[in-house]
């Protein structure tokens, strides 16, 4: 089994992060208690897929592929890719793969979001397609659709695992403050939302590239985090029992709180640069050697700060999604 795995790592170089949900989620897999492990294995061999490694197909990174871009206005009648990538190209997909919880009064500063309702589709698109999966994969005849649909419900709980996914402003100090200063001031308000989306994207980014870089080098403890969660994270042994939508919602919460830390580790890792007015990652102004700073000594008490949350983060996506795949095949 160990050699199957290895050898879909190998043909299958890491293309996505959560840039690389194929990645993590073999090594979710791996990190299934033996028995059901065993028995997914038995049922994807019987439909005919190579072992339980199916689960870690294409499926799992084609929710980022463009089918949930440009959707039409009706399925997302709150409004919410307006304050989450726009309703247009490939950011308009982000309102399925994010969930922002809304403003809490007890947490004024660390829960800060615009607007302060909820906003995002993620857990109901975890709940919509890991119940179909659980359907589909009852019948030897729609099992195959049955491991399509619990790879994308996979991804979609691994999205929430990540901080950036949780939260809207990790950490305030992310916000580009000078740009209240804008005249004339009616601009000032737009201009801080902008450029505050820009920044925190440019981070969300820098984060997802280094975590890819980082889970390449087989001998570091990122892909330990995914194989045994309960070793690295406190509440990761608490992602037990009810329905899919619950438990995306415990995740997306252990995961927000991890945001700040997250958020304030991301600027000191990848620099205050990345808030310079003319830096924007996605459109290729600016970039990162992600391997220097793996690696340089002079960076050890910042990754070490950084790669401490990613791994609680990492290991609380692992526990929540070993716990989705055990729903899916229960009686
Ligand atoms: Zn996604």
């Known amino acids: 089994m160990v050699l199957a795995l290895a050898i879909v790592l190998l043909i299958n170089p890491s293309a996505f992060a959560w840039n690389n949900h194929h990645g993590i989620t073999l090594r979710i897999i791996r990190a299934m208690p033996k028995t059901s492990f065993e ?36 399925l997302d009648p709150p409004g919410d890719r307006k304050y989450m990538g ?10 399925r793969h994010m969930y ?18 909820a906003l995002g589709q993620a857990p109901l698109r975890v709940q919509k397609t890991a119940e179909l999966a659980k359907k589909l994969l009852q019948k030897p005849a729609t099992f195959g659709e049955g491991m399509k649909q619990l790879s994308w419900a996979l991804h ?3 999205d929430l695992g990540n901080p950036y996914h949780s939260s809207q402003i990790p950490t305030l100090r992310m916000v580009p403050w000078q740009a209240l200063w804008t005249w004339p001031p009616q601009k000032a308000f737009e201009d801080l939302v902008s450029q505050s989306s820009r920044v925190i994207s440019n981070y969300h980014r820098a984060f997802e590239n280094y975590i890819e870089v980082r889970m390449n080098y087989a001998f570091t403890e990122l892909p330990d985090c995914l194989k045994h969660p309960t070793r690295h994270s406190k509440t990761a042994a608490a992602y037990t029992g009810g329905l899919p939508q619950e438990l995306a919602l415990r995740l997306n919460s252990d995961s927000r709180a991890l945001a700040p830390a ?26 990162i050697n992600y391997e220097d700073l793996a690696r340089r ?23 929540a999604s070993v716990r989705l795949i055990l729903w899916a095949f229960e009686e």
Not at 100 to 115: D, E, H, M
Not at 299 to 315: G, H, P, V
């Open 39 to 74: 028995r997914l294995d038995r049922l994807a061999r019987q439909a005919g897929f190579p072992g339980a490694s199916a689960l870690a197909g294409p499926a799992v990174d084609e929710p980022d592929g463009g089918m949930d871009q440009n959707l039409d206005a009706s």
């Open 100 to 117: 922002f919880a809304g403003w809490q009064i007890q947490s004024p500063l660390v829960t800060f979001q615009f607007p302060p309702r």
């Open 262 to 287: 997250l958020g304030r580790a991301s600027i000191n890792l990848f620099g205050e640069w990345l808030k310079l007015r003319d830096i924007d990652l996605a459109e290729g102004r600016g970039k």
């Open 86 to 95: 726009g309703e247009k190209g490939p950011n308009s997909q982000g309102f």
């Open 297 to 319: 000594p002079d960076l050890n008490s910042q990754r070490m700060d950084l790669e401490k949350t990613a791994c609680i983060a990492l290991a609380n996506t692992s526990a």
């Open 156 to 158: 979609y709980l691994e």
